[in-house]
């Protein structure tokens, strides 16, 4: 990167200045909540597929003769 490319941004990030409060919170938000939200649709779904593997398991013990 170039002396004045690297000046620009240090001006630009300076002109910035620090972040407020809540944009640190959105930007954590942007940063994490797709991940948050996809690991409590996988959470969700295997809870789903753990009731259907325990109903599936009732039916064919239903079904099976006894004897």
């Not at 004045?4 to 809540?22: F, K, Q």
């Not at 809870?47 to 325990?54: F, G, N, P, V, W």
Request: aromatic letters at 8%; hydrophobic letters at 50%.
């Amino acid at each position: 990167m170039e002396p004045s490319s690297l000046l620009l941004v240090h001006a630009v990030a300076w002109h910035l200045g620090p972040m407020h409060a809540y944009e640190r919170a959105l930007t954590l938000l942007l940063a994490f909540g797709p991940f948050v939200v996809l690991g409590l649709v996988v959470a969700w779904r295997r809870r789903q597929d753990r009731a259907e593997e325990r109903r599936d398991r009732v039916v064919a013990e239903e079904r099976e003769p006894r004897g």
